[in-house]
């Protein structure tokens, strides 16, 4: 078996799942979840031209929540078009 090297985050997810700290959910509950990340999956590209002092206004805001920018974008249009 190889060494295979984790995140902070995937060590903090592994430790969570040995000390057992997750429930278990219903398979309706699982499958609910899984339909919501499959709704949520980036699967398209799209290219803009923006100006780009709006781009750098967009990319303080996004460092300041700790995110990406593309992220944020993302983020942003998701809620737009959910209305």
């Not at 985050?9 to 969570?16: G, H, P, S, V």
């Not at 100006?51 to 993302?74: P, V, W």
């Amino acid at each position: 078996m190889r060494n295979i090297k984790l995140t902070p985050e995937e060590k903090r997810i592994e430790n969570a799942l040995i000390k057992g700290e997750y429930k278990k959910v219903s398979q309706k509950e699982f499958d609910e979840i899984a339909q919501a990340i499959e709704r949520r999956k980036k699967d398209t590209v799209l290219n803009i031209r923006v100006n780009s002092y709006d781009l750098e206004s967009i990319k303080q805001k996004a460092s300041r929540l700790g995110i990406k920018y593309q992220t944020f974008i993302s983020e942003f249009l998701h809620r737009l078009a959910r209305g």
